[in-house]
């Protein structure tokens, strides 16, 4: 039996890239990285152990679709609920806080994002979404007021900080560490410096 029969009578999804996809990241948030692997995602799909290599080509090809998948997700997460004309302040908000709801919600996946030794950091796919999850985190970035605004290396100094701040939260969050009692009620905005931040 070829490929596609057997794809055809072992899964219901349409779309076999698609469905070895859901599948590896089943895997990857409940067993982990180490038990991951092509052979495994096209026997939870019912397909022959060599089909996922015509798409990914090996575990690398597919850790970097589930990251460049992942970072698609975490943009659209930080851009959800948002009014067309909504301000640099709700901007802001919404990104820092559907930042770290994706991480909280997809630890493993969230992790292998920042595994460099893990995925294909030159595909161009990747660099694409890490790209727009860059824009997105430098817009939200401006007009903070923490800084000197004579500052050569301001914008610099603004998308360092709240990527640094965001991304370590998250983290953090993700671990568990928030266990003093006066930390559990604090979320990612409670944390935030006012400055002189305008909308």
């Known amino acids: 039996m070829d490929d596609h029969a057997t ?3 072992g899964y219901h999804h349409g779309n076999l890239k698609e469905a070895l996809l859901e599948s590896a990241r089943k895997i990857l948030e409940e067993s982990g990285h180490s038990a991951l692997s092509l052979r495994q995602c096209a026997k939870a799909v019912g397909v022959s152990a060599t089909a996922p290599q015509n798409h990914f080509g090996n575990k690398s090809g597919l850790l970097t679709a589930l990251a460049t998948q992942g970072y698609a997700e975490l943009v659209a997460r930080m851009r959800s609920s948002l009014p067309p004309d909504a301000s640099r302040a709700e901007r802001r908000s919404a990104a820092l806080q559907g930042y770290v709801a994706f991480a909280l919600e997809n630890p493993a ?16 796919a990747l660099l694409e979404q890490v790209g727009a999850c860059f824009a997105v985190l430098a817009d939200t970035s401006q007009e903070l007021g923490l800084f000197p605004s004579g500052d050569p290396n301001l914008e610099a100094r603004e998308q360092v900080f709240v990527w640094s701040l965001v991304h370590g939260y998250a983290q953090l969050a993700t671990a568990g560490r928030f266990k003093k009692e006066a930390m559990k009620g604090m979320d990612i905005l409670s944390i935030f410096p006012e400055g002189n931040q305008t909308g």
């Open 7 to 9: 794809a055809r009578s």
């Open 109 to 124: 996946l969230y992790e292998l994002m920042f595994a460099r030794d893990r995925v294909l950091a030159d595909d161009p």
